[in-house]
């Protein structure tokens, strides 16, 4: 499924997900999980301790815990009804 394939948008929708690229979702996922594989950890631990008082390492892994997250939500609900197809 592509975000073009969205034919019910609610109102946060222009605000998050159409400020992305228009891709099939295992696509966007590896990608997301390439971007993080990308990461410089020297780099963000050069940053310091505390960003905002966060740590920058915490942040990273925020990211990554928010999208499996997400990707839960879907499984749980629809993976299920999937199988009985």
Do not use: C, W
Not at 8 to 31: G, K, M, N, R
């Amino acid at each position: 499924m592509k975000i073009s394939d969205v034919t019910y948008a609610p109102t946060y929708f222009d605000a998050y997900i159409s400020q992305v690229a228009d891709l099939e979702l295992s696509e966007a996922l590896q990608q997301s999980l390439e971007a993080i594989d990308a990461l410089d950890l020297d780099k963000l631990h050069a940053l310091g301790d505390r960003v905002n008082e966060l740590p920058v390492l915490a942040v990273g892994f925020t990211l990554f815990g928010h999208q499996n997250h997400h990707i839960r939500i879907l499984e749980e609900p629809y993976f299920p009804i999937l199988q009985t197809v």
